[in-house]
């Protein structure tokens, strides 16, 4: 249940384009929290700043002391903002990362993540937006909260999905045991013995700290992979990004050399952002903007987590050809068979020993095999790699992915903590159940409700109650 | 038709809500008539002879501090009284009373004879008439019309009841009396939803026959406590009950006879409760439990007869009687009363709104069994929110709504109308999100000002518990002003309590939040000036040794209050609201909640949905309001 006297914090520019993204925080302590982790050069505090004002700084994680980014922030108090609410907009560099992790310290500092739409709510029920509007509050809130769920029921997936059914079962048989003690003390039930308790309580507390870091672990999910598109000039690198991303991010001509820098967008994988870039294509060359795009392109093969190697299947398999798969031989690549659909029969590419690269038939101007290379990217990105570092995956291979979803289960492994320190304090089991109704509604909050008429029929499933 | 008489309020059916809900209208100040079918059985407890236990003795001490009679009545006819739960923490204790049966029933009838404004008529009303969405009046045996302005009807498992023994059904009420059939095909006409449930009693037995020395006595409390704040002492003689159990034999005679079982062969459709399952029940779905308890429960004082808890089933008679023999201590029992199991009509609630008055029927208020609860003090709670609501609505008013934070008769009121019920409704602990707040110990903090302000609860006792409170403030500051010394005589006593020493001043009250202090050792190093009865040292210990978990409880429940005062009109149209999916529009509109808050207590309810309802709800007040030229600010 979301109330409006609570600070709420959410990232305000979508993911993967623009070269900022804003964090904003509205509410009561939005200024104490940000002032948390915010640290101005002339040590300005963001609580002695005018409203509507632009204070320079820097983000730096309180607890390791490690500088996130470098930001503009914008103080706006209350009544004149947006949520007529004190309002709080962090302005970092774009790219994923840095947005993130300051999101993540407002949530630390004590913001919760606002719901889909929710500032927009706000605004209306604090009295800033006309009436005339509440419909279209109405579809802001439905679109987002329809956009949210999709998104996190993508990303639950089965194995996860039937990872937190299990814990909360577990957690709900606990709670049974316990409230059977309370409720039914007159009755003869074999209830757990206080050890027993104790223990499921533990180990269930254990798993859910080993899943919520899954999501530290899941960085490629989460901070997306980057690809880089590699190939000789006009193999369709940019219409490939075009088909790829079905919209006209790249401008494609006939002409070799086209693109000299590096473009770069966000596509979404089954849940896994992959931060495209495309590149100038790799040739000897004597144009000055087209060399330095050139070099640019080589930088990029280093620094990209993968490589999507283009071929040109309508002309003949050449020496570039061969220095593109020469240069890409250390990476993670897919080498992608362009212009399929018209094959020469002087395209003698056979896939090369040195590496086992997926090879992928498609025909960007067509669309054809694009769903074969996104597949063929996926596995090659979650396939599990030596030098990966440290392992992307929980032990028994669920991956947390959706921030809300980490979010949830540390909340509960939290109350569990709380649960058994009460427990070693010989608390009184209505004191330990509290906590433990907390983490009940902390994993309710991934896959809905847990209310008391479960924990109800449990014991009456359970336990033979009734004189 | 002959008119015979008007009233303010007419009370339909004598049982623990009609009693409550009768003395309430009533004590407030209205003429009021309480009909039953037979005067002989007002106040019947029909079931077992106990008043409380977990959860419900709560609910007993909430009746009383809102000045119901339930508890004193008790306290009066009790002949055991147990603490339950004493080896948990305090808000989990709970009072039980064994009660003598036919004591309790003269008591609350002397309390009804006794009472100003209440007439009793014994006589079944058959037809409730509403005129233009209101009620005017009931029709009673041979035709008599009574007027009234609110009805009250309380009418437990009496409407279409069918009794079941074995394969044998017959109509009736409760053993040995009439059902009421018009009256449930009257409400089904005006409109209300109805389903049916199922509920059992066990077999009496004659104590002359039960060899008591084959099992184990268990007494209550010495000194018994009183479930009444304005008891000072329990004064009947007190009696066992006593323990034993079934065995192989007792579960091969039931499951050889399930075929006779009208719950087995299908005989019976009502929905029966899960906490109190009958005997054939137990043994076919815990087939690896070798035992179950049976309790046996003194029916009086002046009685032989005596009450086989844990035994409720709906065999025939003959398989009731050697399954009763084959049980320890019980060989040569013989039956006085068979088991039986009763099937009755009740009104879906979510159809009634909080004040227990149903939705679209002016003026009519529901309360007890008949809203699918189960039990004598879950029906007591609801008939006297039912009697206090009628009577406040007579007098222009608002409704007695009583928060989940406040009281567990908030809990289950706002159970009944907000999630409904599919079978028999009884009050657990578990049910209550505040548990620690809602504790057995507070209910005069929690209620009596209440209480008083509606009317019901009386200047002197009222007045005493003003004295109490302000004692219990005073000391718990006390406790909080006053520091000790690391002297060698505290730190000797600290000791030997099992705790470590101090090295420097100490506050009382830290001192007290030790797992290992008692509030006796407050006593015996500092006491109160004051002269603190055990009851308030008892609050006070717990006041200091909770205070954290209280505290979070309480912003707990304040923030979930903020939701609940922001109302949803009456007329509101929920099939308006843009964006709502269609089982969601589907349940607000057989709900129709009154607040936000309620909205989301519904199951199926999403939060999504609770934030466009709110925005949508915002809308039309502001609208209403704008009308009228102010400006709208619902924070």
Redo the contacts between chains.
């Keep these: 249940?979301?109330?409006?006297?609570d600070t709420i914090a959410a990232i305000s520019t979508p993911p993967g384009e623009g070269g900022i993204g804003i964090v904003r925080c509205s509410g009561k302590d939005a200024i104490t929290i940000t002032d948390q982790f915010f640290f101005s050069p002339k040590g300005k505090k963001l609580g002695d700043a005018k409203s509507h004002t632009i204070i320079y700084g820097f983000i730096v994680d309180p607890k390791t002391g490690e500088k996130i980014d470098e930001v503009l922030v914008s103080i706006m108090r209350a009544p004149m903002t947006y949520t007529k609410e004190d309002v709080v907009e962090i302005n970092c560099h774009g790219g994923m990362l840095p947005v993130r992790k300051t999101l993540q310290l407002c949530l630390k500092g004590g913001a919760r993540l606002a719901?889909?739409?929710?500032f927009t709510?706000r605004a209306?029920?604090?009295?800033r937006i006309d009436?005339s509007q509440?419909?279209a509050?109405?579809?802001i809130?439905?679109a987002k909260?329809e956009q949210a769920e999709k998104l996190a029921l993508q990303q639950l997936d089965g194995s996860l999905s039937a990872k937190i059914t299990e814990f909360i079962d577990r957690a709900i048989n606990i709670c049974a045991h316990i409230?059977a003690?309370?409720?039914?003390?007159?009755?003869?039930i074999d209830t757990m013995t206080k050890d027993e308790m104790a223990m499921s309580m533990q180990t269930l507390k254990d798993e859910l700290m080993m899943l919520a870091q899954s999501y530290d672990h899941g960085r490629l999910f989460r901070e997306g992979v980057s690809a880089a598109i590699v190939g000789k000039p006009n193999v369709g690198k940019s219409s490939l990004l075009n088909a790829l991303l079905q919209k006209d991010r790249a401008i494609v001509t006939e002409m070799p050399g086209t693109t000299r820098d590096v473009i770069e967008d966000c596509l979404n994988i089954n849940g896994l952002p992959l931060i495209i870039m495309d590149t100038a294509g790799i040739r000897e060359t004597h144009d000055l903007a087209e060399m330095e795009g050139v070099k640019r392109s080589l930088k990029a093969i280093d620094s990209a987590d993968i490589v999507l190697a283009v071929m040109d299947a309508s002309r003949p398999f050449d020496e570039a050809d061969k220095e593109v798969i020469e240069r890409v031989k250390d990476k993670r690549a897919v080498i992608i068979i362009n212009k399929s659909d018209i094959k020469s029969p002087d395209f003698t590419f056979s896939s090369p020993d040195f590496s086992p690269c997926p090879v992928v038939n498609v025909s960007a101007l067509k669309g054809d095999g694009l769903d074969e290379l996104k597949n063929a990217v996926y596995s090659l990105c979650i396939s599990p790699c030596a030098r990966c570092s440290p392992p992307r995956c929980s032990p028994e291979g669920v991956l947390i992915t959706n921030i809300r979803h980490r979010l949830s289960i540390e909340k509960a492994a939290i109350s569990l903590g709380i649960a058994i320190e009460d427990f070693e304090?010989?608390?009184?089991?209505?004191?330990i159940?509290?906590s433990l109704?907390e983490s009940l509604d902390s994993l309710g909050e991934i896959k809905g409700t847990v209310?008391?008429?479960d924990?109800?029929n449990k014991i009456?499933s359970e336990f033979?109650?009734?004189? | 038709m002959h008119k015979e008489q008007d009233y303010d309020v007419i009370v339909i059916g004598a049982g623990h809500a009609g009693c409550e809900a009768s003395l309430a209208a009533a004590r407030l100040g209205l003429d009021t008539c309480i009909f039953t079918i037979n005067i002989d059985t007002i106040a019947q407890l029909s079931c077992?002879p106990a008043i409380g236990?977990?959860?419900k003795g709560h609910l007993v001490r909430e009746i009383d501090a809102l000045g119901g009679e339930m508890a004193k009545v008790t306290d009066k006819s009790g002949i055991q009284f147990r603490m339950?739960?004493l080896?948990?923490?305090?808000?989990?204790w709970s009072l039980r009373a064994q009660a003598d049966r036919v004591l309790y029933r003269l008591l609350m009838r002397q309390s009804l004879e006794g009472q100003k404004n209440l007439d009793i008529k014994q006589g079944m009303v058959e037809r409730v008439i509403v005129e233009g969405g209101r009620v005017r009046g009931v029709i009673a045996s041979h035709g008599v019309f009574y007027g009234a302005k609110v009805i009250i009807i309380t009418t437990g498992t009496f409407l279409k009841g069918l009794m079941h023994i074995g394969l044998e059904s017959f109509q009736a009420g409760r053993a040995g009396e009439f059902p009421s059939i018009g009256l449930s095909d009257c409400l089904k006409e005006l409109g209300l939803k109805m389903g049916r449930l199922k509920t059992g009693t066990p077999p009496r037995i004659d104590s002359r026959t039960i060899d008591f020395s084959k099992t184990t006595p268990q007494w209550g409390d010495d000194p018994p406590q009183p479930f009444s704040y304005s008891t000072e002492k329990i004064t009947n003689p007190q009696l066992p009950c006593y323990i034993t159990y079934t065995n192989k034999k007792t579960h091969e005679i039931i499951l050889k006879n399930l075929d006779r079982s009208p719950l087995y062969s299908g005989k019976i459709k009502g929905i029966g409760?899960?906490?109190?399952?009958s005997i054939e029940d137990?043994v076919v779905?815990?087939a690896d439990?070798e035992r179950?308890?049976v309790?046996l429960e003194p029916e009086g004082l002046e009685t032989v007869e005596y009450y086989a808890?844990?035994i409720s089933t709906s065999l025939p008679y003959d398989v009731q009687v050697s399954m009763v023999r084959s049980i320890e201590g019980l060989e040569e029992a013989e039956i006085m009363r068979p088991a039986y199991a009763i099937e009755y009509d009740f009104v879906y609630p979510t159809q009634l709104r909080h004040s227990l008055e149903v939705k679209g029927i002016d003026g009519l208020f529901l309360a007890g069994q008949i809203n699918g609860t189960s039990g004598y003090e879950e029906a007591s709670a609801q008939g006297l929110l039912a009697g206090i609501n009628a009577a406040l609505k007579l007098k222009g008013r608002e409704p007695l709504f009583l928060g989940r934070e406040e009281a567990y008769i908030g809990v289950l009121i706002d159970d009944l109308v907000t999630?409904g019920t599919s079978e028999p409704y009884r009050m657990?602990?578990?049910?209550a999100?505040y548990?620690?707040l809602l504790r057995h110990d507070n209910a005069d903090l929690r209620l009596m000002p209440k209480g008083y302000e509606t009317g019901l609860v009386p200047e002197d006792a009222y007045e005493r518990f003003i004295r109490k409170k302000s004692l219990l403030t005073n000391e718990i500051g006390r406790l909080k002003k006053i520091r000790v010394k690391p002297v060698p005589v505290v730190n000797e006593a600290l000791i030997s309590a099992g705790t470590s020493a101090i090295t420097e001043d100490v506050a009382l009250e830290k001192i007290l939040k030790r797992?290992q202090i008692g509030y006796s050792f407050i006593k015996q190093v500092s006491p109160s000036p004051e002269c603190l009865t055990p009851e308030i040292e008892a609050l006070v210990e717990i006041n200091v040794k909770?205070e954290g978990?209280i505290q979070?409880?309480m912003e707990m429940a304040e923030?979930?209050k903020?939701?609940e005062i922001r109302k949803i009109p009456h007329d509101f149209d929920f099939k308006s609201?843009?964006?709502l999916s269609r089982e969601i529009i589907e349940k607000l509109c057989e709900v129709r909640p009154e607040t936000i808050g309620q909205a989301?207590r519904i199951?199926g309810v999403t939060?999504?949905a609770?934030?466009?309802l709110?925005?949508?709800v915002?809308?039309k007040v502001?609208?209403g309001q704008?009308v009228k030229g102010s400006k709208?600010?619902?924070?």
Excluded: W
């Design positions: 249940m979301n109330f409006l006297d719901e889909p739409g929710e709510k209306f029920l604090n009295g009436l509440a419909e509050v109405i579809d809130i439905r909260t409230e003690c309370i409720d039914f003390s007159e009755d003869e304090h010989d608390k009184p089991l209505e004191v159940a509290i109704m209310s008391t008429e924990i109800l009456f033979c109650i009734g004189k | 077992n236990g977990l959860a339950l739960n080896s948990k923490g305090p808000a989990v409760p899960r906490y109190c399952p137990k779905r815990f439990k179950h308890q309790f808890n844990g999630k657990f602990t578990s049910r999100e548990r620690l797992p909770y978990y979070k409880q923030k979930l903020k939701l609201v843009p964006g989301g199951p939060p999504a609770v934030a466009i709110m925005v949508a915002n809308k502001s609208k704008s709208s600010m619902i924070l």
